[in-house]
């Protein structure tokens, strides 16, 4: 039986990888940061709850992955460069192949993006992962929600809905084929944080407002025109919908870009003179990159289709569909 130190040394505790930033590891009372100077911590923290947040019996490697990618998505948002990140477990029982499952998942996305493990707790109870990331970022270049401004075009980085599809697709409210299963399933399982884009977009300052879609767009958007006291017009048909929703029909399409939930995409608003740079940028990020409205004066969120007529889609449609 492994005790919560061993646990803790084997699955958790790794070589120094040796980023600048990290002075002090695991190990210590507290881990040691140390900032680039001059630049501002972005700190973020997402707790992902079994049955809440994922399905019991997940996969251990893919979730692995999604805990730390959805906290890598609020630094993409903020336009932070990644440094470090402390891990909070709780976990019904030590089992090897679930924490070497596990580890392996969280560890990938952590290299990939030289984000270090560099402490956390461990305690025995209901699976439950709770992971805080610090990131940099230059003053006064955070991608703040309250930026917004009238005449800004609103974005979209990648695609939306397909999470949303797969997700339906487990319910039985849709049925999939095999190809959209999967590509649908990958979408929700394995989410790409979009970190590149959000420093390119920040640091130079190509962007005004950001944050990432978690929640279904209207919902995140609205975090947006409330805190920068603007409203909007979106272009419901321009939404980017994933590949595996690409082959659902219109009314499906329309309901899950709009309001699907574990996007990890995101939204941001930028000057329309930004527009050749923030192609470029998104050429530069490898992520694709939609125009898909615009932010104006008038409060409140207006949805038309592709011919600009208004479209009397009611929340409550969506809502039905959300939970
Ligand atoms: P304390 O009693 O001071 O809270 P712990 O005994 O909980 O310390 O943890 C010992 C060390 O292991 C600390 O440096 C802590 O940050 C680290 N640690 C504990 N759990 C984890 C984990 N799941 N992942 C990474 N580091 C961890
Ligand atoms: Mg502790």
Known sequence: ??????????????????????????????????????????????????DRHFFAGADPRKLGHKCLAVNLSDLAAMGARPLAFTLALALPQADADWLAGFSEGLFALADEYGCELIGGDTTRGPLNICITVFGEIEPGHALRRDAARDGDDI?????????????????????????????????????????????????????????????GLIGDLSHILAASRVGATLDVDALPAGLALQREDQALRRRFTLAGGDDYELCFTAAPAQRAAIEDAGRASATPVTRVGRIEAAPGLRLVDAHGVPLALSLRGWDHFQQ
Not at 11 to 27: D, K, P
Not at 174 to 198: F, I, K, N, Y
């Open 1 to 50: 039986m492994l005790s919560e130190f061993d646990l803790i040394k084997r699955y958790f505790t790794r070589e120094r990888a040796g980023r600048a930033s990290t002075v002090l590891g695991v190990g210590d009372d507290c881990a040691l940061l140390a900032p680039t100077p001059g630049m501002q911590l972005a700190v973020s923290t997402d707790m992902l709850v079994e």
């Open 155 to 215: 974005w979209i980085s990648g695609t939306l809905g397909d999470a949303r599809l797969a997700l339906a697709g487990y319910r039985n409210e849709a049925w999939l084929d095999a190809a959209s299963h999967e590509q649908a399933g990958a979408r929700m399982h394995t989410p790409t944080p979009r970190v590149a884009l959000g420093r390119l977009l920040a640091e130079q300052k190509l962007a005004r407002a950001a944050l990432d879609i978690s929640d």
